[in-house]
């Protein structure tokens, strides 16, 4: 249960306070809200892009692979390890992501002998692949991240337009009622006093 209001000065000075505090943070929250916005749309488009050329190269890559039955897929799917990806911090409207950069591979060694000619060329095709999954996973973390901060970004923005400031108006609203009809009594009362005093006299 909300607390009720106090119907004093000292509460109207403290509801206007806050009133004012809420009116000069809402401006700033409400662009944090728009360039999230944007930047989930530019995030979301660079995921799409990323997956759509990963998913294409890698059903190229299966329709190619298939050409040559005398040689298993899972034998040079073997031979390429990730073995570090460099990322670089950055901090997109608020929000700490990854950027990629770059992406290490550990190579199985293999005789040049008794391997297809084309094994050299499956191989670098596989590093493509895998470079391209790994962006398209930091892109969709990035993507996750900046659509939680622009959630939670909108509940306040909500908060501060539908709940705090009208309360806070509603509040003043009261309170100036109530204390101007409490002067204007005192103003009656003190006629009235003043009366009485002057026919006693």
């Known amino acids: 249960m909300a607390e009720k209001t106090k119907l004093t000065k000292n509460e109207l000075q403290r509801q206007q306070r806050e009133l004012k505090k809420y009116q000069r943070y809402l401006p700033t929250l409400q662009l944090k809200k728009q360039q999230l916005q944007l930047e989930v749309r530019k995030a979301d488009v660079e995921w799409e892009n990323r997956l759509s050329e990963y998913q294409k190269l890698k059903l190229s890559t299966a329709a190619w692979i298939e050409l040559f039955s005398d040689f298993e897929v899972a034998d040079w799917e073997k031979a390429v390890a990730v073995q570090q990806i460099h990322v670089d911090p950055v901090n997109i409207a608020g929000v700490k992501v990854q950027i990629f950069k770059s992406i290490d591979f550990q190579i199985k060694p293999y005789s040049y002998f008794s ?71 005192a103003v009656g009362r003190a006629k009235i006093a003043k009366k009485k005093i002057a026919t006693a006299a």
């Open 115 to 185: 391997t297809p000619p084309w094994f050299d060329f499956a191989i670098q095709r596989l590093k493509d692949l895998l470079k391209l999954r790994e962006q398209v996973r930091l892109l969709a973390e990035t993507v996750q991240a900046l659509k939680n901060e622009l959630r939670k970004t909108t509940q306040r923005v909500n908060l501060f337009e539908k709940v705090m400031i009208p309360r806070c108006e509603e509040n003043i609203r009261v309170i100036k009622i109530y204390l101007g009809d409490e002067e204007r009594n």
